[in-house]
């Protein structure tokens, strides 16, 4: 009741940013959320599991019981980010880090007939980064791609593999959304014929 009408400020104002991730947390420890544009109306506010597949189910309930608004839908997990440049900003001990992923490819691992997958990223391009950095910003692009709840149904890791280390040219990292939904369709498709 006290953040709907406080919404629209939440672009600019970081005392509210600061007082909701604290409400967040008096609610619900380790959950979070992120405003953006939204899907099917202007914005979106999404809780925030977090990573957590556990939370999922108390993120769903703030949002069916969350008001109709107009220019606001809620959200129970990040969506996935709807970017032209794939590039990933972070501030770490007060130097910025940059890297454009829009080169990047990937190869899948299936486990247990397509239950879920690995994602091996290929970061091409980027030899000056270190291996930390890389397996940091790869396991940020694969979240940012999915979204939350892609990320945390269909994914067991985000490995990097070295660029000349594997014989797969790998695929494009633009289609790993459409392509894991297709095989996520069959598993369920699958699994529903099996039944």
């Not at 959320?33 to 599991?49: C, D, N, R, V, Y």
């Not at 957590?52 to 189910?57: G, H, L």
């Not at 703030?62 to 608004?69: E, K, M, T």
């Not at 950095?133 to 709840?149: I, K």
């Amino acid at each position: 009741s006290w953040l709907v009408p406080e919404l629209d400020n939440l672009w600019n104002d970081y005392q509210l940013q600061k007082l909701v991730g604290k409400k967040l947390d008096e609610l619900h420890p380790g959950l979070h959320w992120e405003i953006g544009p939204g899907e099917t109306k202007e914005h979106f506010f999404a809780f925030s599991p977090n990573l957590n597949p556990e939370k999922i189910v108390i993120t769903e309930k703030y949002v069916d019981s969350a008001p109709q608004l107009e220019h606001w839908e809620f959200l129970s997990a990040k969506p996935r980010k709807r970017w032209q440049k794939r590039t990933i900003r972070i501030k770490k001990q007060e130097k910025v880090k940059e890297i454009n992923c829009d080169n990047w490819k990937y190869n899948l691992t299936s486990f247990k007939g397509g239950e879920f997958f690995d994602v091996n990223l290929l970061p091409v391009g980027c030899n000056n980064y270190s291996e930390s950095d890389l397996c940091y910003f790869g396991d940020l692009l694969v979240q940012f791609v999915l979204g939350e709840r892609l990320f945390i149904d269909l994914i067991d890791r985000v490995n990097i593999i070295k660029e000349g280390s594997s014989n797969e040219p790998g695929i494009d990292i633009t289609s790993l959304y459409e392509h894991l939904e297709e095989l996520s369709d069959l598993h369920k498709n699958e699994k529903n014929e099996n039944v």
